[in-house]
């Protein structure tokens, strides 16, 4: 997929442009393939690289799309979760006698949600999509500094630089954390609805985040 830059604080969702080389294209119509042919893409002539370097600065700029793709789809799965918890708050409070178990469940879970919205550079957004924001310039915000990086390195014309490639590879690694954590979150919240009598209104479950896809 074609793209140019990636963002600096987290709202660029274009990925990196396709590697050179022959590429097939089908039109398909009402489901058929009616035309195929071969395509040749050549290496962009504004970046001297050898094609090991190419390969490269694609895979790493394509790596962290992948993440920042998961990370918006954390996002809003954590804006969802806090619907489902301000309802589940409602409910607190119109039952002439919550269990104590309910009410310190949905404590700990907005407490973990709060942590989730930091780490995905949500806590200057209030509603509203998971979308591509970031706020790149938040302390602790994994997604804004995925765009950070993706931006850096899609908008130079040179192999990435070692900083650039070990930031990468710690993202990756707290990436991990926030869709184990999120998931996590998603699976506490239906049995909060049943600790409260609430299993008629209990909302579906989310579907679970990720996994990110392999490094390249």
């Keep these: 997929g074609g793209g140019g830059g990636g963002g600096f604080g987290g709202g660029g969702n274009n990925g990196p442009n396709v590697m050179a080389g022959d590429y097939r294209v089908t039109l398909v119509v009402d489901g058929k393939e009616v035309a195929t042919k071969t395509v ?26 992948d993440m920042q793709r998961v990370a918006n789809n954390a996002a809003e799965a954590v804006n969802q979760l806090a619907t489902q918890l301000s309802a589940a708050e409602a409910l607190v409070k119109s039952a002439s006698s919550a269990p104590a178990t309910a009410k310190q469940a949905i404590t700990d879970a907005n407490t973990k949600l709060a942590d989730l919205r930091r780490r995905l550079g949500l806590n200057q957004q209030q509603g509203g999509g998971g979308g591509g924001g970031g706020f790149g310039g938040q302390q602790g915000n994994v997604r804004g500094q995925q765009g950070q990086v993706k931006g850096q390195i899609m908008g130079s014309t040179s192999l990435p630089t070692a900083q650039q490639v ?8 707290d990436m991990d954390k926030v869709i184990a954590d999120t998931n996590a979150l998603i699976a506490s919240v239906p049995a909060i609805y049943d600790a409260l009598g609430a299993t008629g209104v209990k909302p579906a479950a989310l579907k679970p985040v990720g996994p990110l896809p392999a490094s390249r």
């Excluded at 002539?45 to 370097?53: G, H, R, V």
């Excluded at 490269?56 to 700029?61: E, L, P, S, V």
């Excluded at 070990?166 to 690694?173: D, F, H, K």
């Design 40 to 65: 040749r893409v050549g290496g962009d002539k504004d970046m001297p690289m050898t094609d090991a370097e190419r390969k490269t600065w694609h895979d790493t700029a394509l790596d962290l799309h």
């Design 166 to 173: 070990r930031s990468a590879g710690e993202l990756r690694e």
